[in-house]
């Protein structure tokens, strides 16, 4: 069997979609594992790490208590020699500064981080992958691509843009609903002709749009 994101190398180990560092200690059960090949599963643990850490420090979510829960971990990590690097880099890039642009993830009025959305939406495409192969039991064929939007990404003062936005969301919300863990991570998908529309949040408040159709179409 190939590995389901690349396509290309066996399939020798399987994956946690969604990812598993989102959710506290002990982990739910029902996290879905698909197969994949080693390089795809480890060049993608530090984007795993990096998504899990920004979103657990985003103000608005700090109600959710699997949120608080993982948030505590993060902060311990954070003392962490091996992980100093990585640490390090990011606590660069916290700032006291308000980021609202399409480069940059809104994270409330505290302490705030510059967020690097390509990545955070690289963690959602693969999920949305994984749970694409679990509903469908096929890979998304190569002739297709898979889009991902942060929700918060998106210029709210387009009107157009907003309404185009509220319709896309309001057509996906009505399709099958999947909840992983206490709400850490809910998904709706739906299919209209040969794509797939996935709303997906996290924590109950940050949310992600993925779009999957054939490329030329
Ligand atoms: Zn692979």
Known sequence: MQCIYCGIAEATTRDHVPPKSLFPKPRPSD????????????????????????????????????ASQVLKSVHRSFAKPNKWRFNQALLESVSEIEVLTPAGLYLGQATTCRVSLD????????????????????RLPDNHGCKVYALDGFDRTDPGLTARLKRVIGYASQGKLRVFGDEVFMCFAREVR????????????????AITRPLDA
Do not use: N
């Not at 530090?46 to 920004?54: G, I, K, S, V």
């Open 31 to 66: 996290l879905i594992t698909v197969p994949c090949c080693e390089d795809c599963r480890h060049g993608q643990s530090l984007d795993d790490e990096y998504f899990t850490r920004m979103v657990a420090m985003r103000r608005d979510v700090g109600g959710h208590p699997a």
């Open 119 to 138: 990545r955070l939406c690289r963690v959602i495409k693969r999920t949305t992958l994984g749970l694409y192969f679990a509903e469908f039991g096929v």
């Open 194 to 209: 040969d794509a797939t529309v996935w709303i997906h949040l996290v924590y109950g408040r940050v949310g992600f749009l």
